[in-house]
């Protein structure tokens, strides 16, 4: 699929009826695909579906401080709003994003645990997709599952120096492109986000396209 897409959510079509994974099949709501413009330069990664994803569809959803932008959506999209990739006025249920895509490594949600790393495993085949399809120039994972399954598959950094702490808000070269981790922002101080909202403003204004023949927009 090209970058004229159609839909917003789950955009190349994958499984919504997905039962790879009998043991998250009853506990789910629905299968969370990824979510964005499929022409994108920023690509997030996220470990499982919220609470608010698994009932609405779209990942990164959660409920947001009344008196914040982006009520109704959570700590992600506020941070994406101050970026300029997500418009201001989003319906909750619907953000309107530009030049980002939103994803996680594993589709479907068990309230009471995390993924086990055959689950992981199981959806590699739905991100390696949305990556080689939409061809991103910087991948940022959201928190220290996502940094380690990505840091390892597409960094030489080894998996036991791949620590969120260390590398919230710095950049990690990676093989076609480049990762710029960021802990949960959940997890985050009011100093950890600005760091961060810096440290990739900075990448925003500088020349990160590489040269590999990426597709018109």
């Known amino acids: 699929m090209d970058a004229n897409q159609q839909s917003t959510a789950n955009p190349f079509g994958m499984d919504e009826a997905c039962e790879n994974c009998p043991e998250l099949c009853a506990p789910r709501t629905q299968v969370v695909h990824g979510y964005g413009d499929v022409g994108a330069d920023f690509l997030f990664v996220g470990e499982r579906p919220s609470a608010r994803a698994d009932t609405v569809g779209i990942p990164f959803l959660e409920a947001g401080p009344k008196d914040e932008p982006g009520e109704g959506m959570g700590g992600l999209y506020r941070i994406l709003q101050r970026l300029g990739l997500c418009a201001s006025a989003s319906d909750p249920e619907e953000p309107e994003l530009a030049n980002v895509y939103l994803t996680l490594l594993t589709r479907c949600r068990d309230p009471e645990r995390t993924p086990t790393d055959e689950e992981v ?38 998996a036991d120096d791949l620590e969120i702490e260390t590398h919230h808000a710095t950049t990690i070269r990676g093989r076609g492109f480049e990762l710029v981790p960021m802990l949960e922002p959940a997890a985050q101080t009011q100093a950890q986000t600005q760091a961060w909202l810096e440290h990739f403003v900075d990448l925003m204004a500088s020349d990160y396209r590489q040269t590999k023949g990426r597709q018109g927009r």
């Open 121 to 158: 495993v199981t959806c590699e085949p739905y991100l390696n997709a949305e990556i080689r399809m939409i061809n991103p120039e910087i991948i940022v994972p959201v928190g220290q599952r996502a940094l380690t399954e990505i840091g390892t598959e597409y960094t030489t950094t080894a």
